[in-house]
C-alpha cells in the first residue's frame, strides 16, 4: 500500500488548526480562573515563554510579587498546568490556575500565538493565491 503525501496545503491547515487548538486551550484555563487572581496576575512579569515546536507546551518564567517561578501549561496530550509557586503547590487544580499561570497564559496567547497564526495564515495565502497580500497604508 502506497503511503500518502500530504500537500502543501493540508500541511499548513493542521498547523493551523494546532495552533488553533492552543488558542482554545488557553482560553479554556483562562476561564477557569478567579477574578481576584486575574486581578492579582497584572502585577507579575513573564520574562521568557516559549512554545514548544510541535505545540504541546507553553512554559516560562515568571517574576511574581515576591519570587521568580516556572509556569508550564501542557496543551497535549492531557490538558494542564503546573507552577512552582506556593499557591499552585498548595491548592492547585483545586481553585483554579494561580496569577503565574494566568499571566504566561495571555502572554502566550498574544505574544506566541498570535505571531504563529498570522505567519500560518500568511503561507496559506501564498499558497493559494502565490504573493501575500499588501496591507493597505495609513
Known amino acids: 500500500m502506497a503511503r500518502s503525501t500530504k ?13 488553533t487548538n492552543v488558542e482554545l486551550t488557553l482560553h479554556a484555563l483562562l476561564s477557569k480562573a478567579d477574578h481576584r487572581r486575574y486581578d492579582r496576575a497584572e502585577a ?3 520574562t521568557s515563554a516559549t512554545l514548544t515546536e ?8 515568571v517574576v511574581g510579587t515576591t519570587a521568580t517561578y516556572e509556569s508550564r501549561i501542557t496543551i497535549t496530550p492531557r490538558r494542564g498546568f503546573r507552577c512552582t509557586c ?6 492547585g487544580h483545586r481553585v483554579g490556575p494561580c496569577k503565574h499561570i ?14 504563529k ?3 500560518v495564515l500568511d503561507a496559506i ?3 493559494a493565491f502565490g504573493a501575500p497580500s499588501i496591507p493597505p497604508e495609513g
Open 125 to 127: 495565502e501564498v499558497e
Open 54 to 61: 510541535d505545540l504541546s507546551r507553553v512554559s516560562g518564567t
Open 102 to 115: 494566568i499571566a504566561l497564559a495571555e502572554h502566550a496567547l498574544e505574544d506566541l500565538c498570535e505571531p
Open 86 to 91: 506556593p499557591d499552585c503547590r498548595d491548592r
Open 117 to 119: 497564526a498570522r505567519m
Open 7 to 19: 500537500t502543501t496545503a493540508e500541511t499548513l491547515q493542521d498547523e493551523l488548526a494546532a495552533v
Open 44 to 46: 507579575v512579569e513573564v
